[in-house]
């Protein structure tokens, strides 16, 4: 079996083995998440953190062109930062033999 896998934790991909988990933030979707109340999400950086939180809510919110997202150090008494999150389609292609 490979450790070649996703963390538990963070749920990133990556060797078990050798993972440290990237630092854990408060996250919230603006206007539709609590910010008494917010979700986490795991960045080495706020803005990693704001488009990790982005990626894994994309598919609640429908599939947005933009978002905004506000994320947090997960310690007490930090302040948010807020990212205007732009979503953009990559083509996809696909080579069918004929
Ligand atoms: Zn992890």
Not at 1 to 12: A, L, T
Not at 14 to 38: F, M, S
Request: aromatic content about 14%.
């Amino acid at each position: 079996m490979s450790d070649f896998n996703k963390c538990p934790i963070c749920g990133k991909y990556d060797w078990l083995n050798k993972h440290t988990c990237p630092p854990k933030w408060d996250a919230i979707i603006y206007n539709r998440d609590d910010e008494e109340n917010p979700e986490h999400a795991f960045g080495i950086s706020a803005e990693a953190a704001a488009l990790d939180y982005a990626e894994a809510n994309f598919v609640r919110m429908e599939y947005p062109s933009e978002m905004e997202i506000w994320v947090r150090s997960h310690e007490e008494g930090s302040t948010w930062q807020k990212f205007e999150i732009t979503v953009e389609s990559v083509p996809q292609f696909t080579a069918t033999p004929r």
